[in-house]
């Protein structure tokens, strides 16, 4: 449990410092741009475990799909609504202690996990081949890639039907 | 040397702040960023013990996790763009029509 890698600890300090930056921001649309920011960090975590496939997955998803998709919603929504920061203190002391007692819960599960054990659990071992990655999908997950892609495809007319404005339609006939 | 309780505990604290952010925040929008945080840092411990037991199941599972989250991240901006539409306002405690 040497964190000595300085790689490690910049990206570790970019994905955790914009992840904070994402939420407590004031302006909604650097938010958005804060959490890419964390995502890429994510994927460049993935990049340090030797998982290149799942990073570029990672960066395709989240920065070039999902973090566009937030900036255009926090667009569309009028710019005095995103400003109500009403905060009540409550909320905020509540989430603290919260955080602190799933800190501390995880915190002790961790110390008495064997992983503090580095011999049980090193990146020594060989790293996995993506080759591997797309028979396993292909093969074995096939039908788990096929009820993924029909979920997207709901989600998509999903979310098409609850953009729809009926107000706007023209009555044809 | 990093090793994966490194990986694990970044992990953990992004969780915490994921936590945070979704008790903490009224702001629809911001609920969203922060179960985005949740959900990458659960990809994240997937990815990692992947890599410590050279597995290729972690692997394959945090990319069908990814690509749901996608998934999930259009279908909510949606119910955010009709409550917007609805009640003029992104803050959760307005949202008032379902409240039990």
Known sequence: MVMDDPVFLAVSALTVGSAIVALETRELIYGGIALAISMLGIAGFFLLLDSPFVAMFQILVYVGAVAVLIIFTVMLVRTQALFSTKEDKGRKASGVVLVLIFMIGLGALLLVSGLTNSQLMNLQMPPVDFKAIGEEMLTYYSPALIALGLVLGGSIIGALALARREDMETTDG | ?100
């Open chain 2, 1 to 100: 040397m990093v090793e994966i309780i490194d990986y694990v505990i970044i992990s953990t604290i992004l969780f915490g702040v994921g936590i945070y952010g979704l008790v903490a925040k009224r702001n629809a929008i911001r609920m969203i960023f922060a179960i985005e945080i949740i959900a990458n840092a659960a990809n994240l411990n997937l990815v990692a013990f992947s890599r410590g037991l050279s597995n290729v199941q972690g692997q394959t599972f945090a990319l069908f996790s990814i690509a749901i989250a996608a998934a999930e991240v259009a279908v909510g901006l949606g119910i955010i763009i009709i409550a917007y539409r609805l009640y003029k306002e992104i803050d959760v405690e307005e949202f008032k029509s379902l409240k039990g």
